[in-house]
């Protein structure tokens, strides 16, 4: 749409959400009756591409900035830390003895048979942990913090010259005033941010807990730093305070994830996944829907089902646990930009090495050399050559087959386009694998589930994905090239809440349970924007005794310990196809507060002239094809039209082989079936 526009319902708002990829910053702005969306190459600094992207989308709507009446932001800040290992300095502070939680985990490896497999290094290494003569159970304080062990601490993480703090003691979830008082102490007498971990995540489990503490601890700063660039970038512009997208599917202020940094691992994933479930909302007919997000990077698949983004707690970035909500993502590092390469057993290889922007791909003409799976599509013909990117790139298809003849040699293939053809095949293998780990691998048949495709290079890919899954049913939305940025306008204000409460559920006092809930609500109730407008919604993670792992089911007030039992049953007998005989136990209780917010509208006319502009060759499984090649804004409303075609628009692309079909929906979504043919 790239400046483009589409029908919609007509709203005084007027509300930009940006999204921050590692290849481009994508923009969706809705306004009036129109979506109008932008593209834009990310920056070093994030918030200079967001202010770019803004003033790109304004001009292009006709309107200015300071009109625009909601700003809501997704970006990469905290999970590139992660990533690249160059967070802030961090301190870890716990309970005398268990100063090697951290570094101790679990008793998993990486890779169970590899003798030589490494643990990554603790995010916190050993010189900066330190230990506090201190000590709570489960029943209460049996030792209190004295001022002389805080005075003694102070004075070693000066002497340490770190730039935030950690707080995780020994059953701080249950009881958290020695946490709380050293928390407080230390927030005074240092001039660097403090994480606690009954702040940040107040469950048992020692590891968990104490491994995202230090999570928020170590991305906290740049965080905060980054979110005040944007926010005295947005006031520079007019726009009004940013709301900032969390990797639970929903969005919060600024100043909050400033206080929990962690809460914005995975923002941009997430926000796609919400943009996904609102455009396809149409097809929930069917079992669910994957969602396959690929951009320039990565490749990003998760669920919908019944109408409802999967969520977990049980998430690992650079394998360091997250125990907060999150959108359940599967990534692989397989994107537009990602360089093929034939490794040591002469196997050919995408990824997880990218291009990125800059140079990016042999194609873009900025002196990569290296080839990718955007220059493999070029080649393929999935892409023309006088296809304008996004961020106004035009291509170079010599650079492109040159690039490729190299890794044909080297491969020992027949040329550039046998290199194309391998290349695509390997990245689609790839992504396949990703979603039978959310499908198969959890009891889903994926026969059932219709498949929706974005990002710039994700409506290229999935048909032929989908083929190989036996999906039936592909959807690419209208705003598919900047989904995620679209889904910022869709996504809820979201906050969750959770409480560890263990106990047989035989043996459990409602009352007390009761309790746990109402406080619970009442600290949502304080936190979100408008306590009027929110729904609450309650959950329960439940095992039979003597598991070491929880199913999270939906909890109904007052509680009811026998219907808990009774779908948790049923729950883990749709998981791992049997009922247990064992007690089940309560382990945590959960809260979610929501305050809606309503997706724009989108829609589209019959176009005026439909037809293709022109066709091409384009190479599939079977050989070359002469295939036509629509403007997605000449494309004809309603009809069927028989593959192979290609789909053009000014962020994505649409390929449909042979055998498979396309229509225009309504609500300007592509929807690619097999042919009945």
């Not at 932001?73 to 802030?88: I, K, P, Q, Y």
């Not at 040159?402 to 790839?430: I, S, Y």
Request: aromatic share 4%; proline share 6%; charged share 25%.
């Amino acid at each position: 749409m790239g400046g483009g526009t589409t029908d919609g319902r007509a709203t005084d708002a007027r509300a930009v959400g940006v999204d921050v990829g590692g290849t481009f910053t994508d923009v969706a702005l809705a306004l009036d009756d129109r979506l109008v969306t932008a593209k834009v190459p990310s920056t070093d600094d994030q918030s200079k591409g967001v202010a770019a992207g803004v003033e790109k989308a304004c001009e292009a709507a006709g309107i200015d900035p300071e009109s625009v009446t909601e700003f809501s932001h997704a970006m990469t800040v905290s999970v590139n830390a992660l990533l690249e290992g160059d967070g802030a300095r961090t301190a870890l502070v716990t309970t005398e003895g268990f100063r090697d939680v951290l570094e101790i985990g679990r008793q998993t490896r990486p890779s169970l048979y590899d003798l030589d497999a490494e643990k990554p290094a603790p995010l916190v290494p050993r010189r900066r942990r330190f230990e506090v003569p201190e000590r709570a159970t489960v029943d209460g304080i049996e030792r209190p913090v004295d001022d002389a062990a805080i005075e003694s601490l102070v004075a070693d993480l000066r002497d340490a010259d770190v730039e935030s703090v950690a707080v995780c003691l020994l059953h701080a979830y249950a009881h958290p005033e020695n946490e709380d008082r050293l928390a407080d102490a230390l927030r005074d007498a240092l001039d660097a941010p403090v994480s606690a971990s009954n702040e940040v995540l107040p469950e048992f489990r020692e590891y968990e807990r104490t491994s995202t503490t230090v999570v928020d601890a170590y991305v906290r700063p740049a965080i905060d730093g980054y979110v005040g660039r944007l926010t005295e970038r947005a006031r520079d512009l007019g726009l009004p305070q940013p709301r900032i997208m969390q990797a639970n599917g929903g969005v919060t202020d600024a100043e909050t994830v400033r206080r929990n940094a962690v809460t914005t691992v995975l923002s941009g994933p997430a926000a796609g996944v919400v943009g996904a479930s609102a455009t396809a909302a149409s097809d929930a007919e069917r079992d669910g829907l994957i969602t396959f997000d690929m951009g320039g990077t990565s490749s990003d698949v998760s669920l919908v089902r019944d109408g409802e983004v999967e969520r977990t707690t049980e998430s690992a970035i650079a394998d360091r646990p997250i125990g907060t909500p999150m959108v359940d993502v599967e990534t692989v590092g397989a994107g537009g930009g990602s360089i093929a390469r034939v490794d040591a057993g002469g196997a050919l290889r995408i990824g997880p090495r990218s291009a990125g922007a800059d140079p990016g791909p042999a194609c873009y003409g900025k002196g990569g050399t290296e080839p990718t799976v955007t220059d493999a599509d070029l080649v393929l013909g999935y892409v023309g050559a006088d296809t304008d990117l996004g961020g106004d790139l035009s291509l170079d298809a010599a650079a492109a087959r040159d690039a490729l003849a190299d890794l044909a040699d080297e491969a020992g293939m027949e040329g550039p386009v046998a290199a194309a053809l391998g290349v695509h095949r390997v990245a689609n293998a790839d992504m396949t694998r990703a979603m039978r780990s959310v499908t198969v691998e959890r009891g889903h048949d994926p026969r059932g589930f219709g498949l929706v495709a974005f990002g710039g290079a994700g409506p290229m890919h999935a048909v032929a994905i989908a083929d190989g899954l036996d999906v039936e049913r592909v959807v690419v939305p209208r705003a598919s090239g900047v989904l995620s940025a679209y889904g910022l306008l869709a996504a809820d204000e979201t906050r969750d809440a959770v409480r560890t409460r263990q106990a047989p559920l035989a043996e459990v006092d409602p009352d007390a349970v009761e309790a746990v809930y109402a406080e619970l609500t009442e600290g949502l109730s304080d936190e979100v924007s408008d306590p009027a407008a929110a729904g609450m919604e309650y959950a329960a993670d439940c095992r039979y005794a003597g598991q070491s792992f929880e199913l999270t089911v939906d909890v109904d007030r007052p509680f009811d310990p026998a219907a808990v039992g009774e779908r948790f049953a049923a729950a883990h007998e749709s998981a791992y196809g049997y009922r247990a005989g064992e007690p089940v136990e309560l382990v945590n209780c959960r809260a979610t507060a929501t305050v809606p917010r309503t997706a724009p509208a989108v829609g589209v006319d019959a176009p005026e002239d439909p037809g293709p502009r022109t066709t091409r060759e384009a190479v599939f499984p079977d050989g070359a094809r002469e295939t036509p090649v629509y403007d997605r804004d000449r494309f004809p409303l309603g009809e069927a039209v028989e593959g192979p075609v290609v789909v053009e628009g000014p962020e994505s692309t649409v390929v449909v082989p042979p055998g498979w079909g396309v229509r225009l929906r309504g609500d300007g979504a592509l929807v690619a079936e097999v042919s009945e043919a």
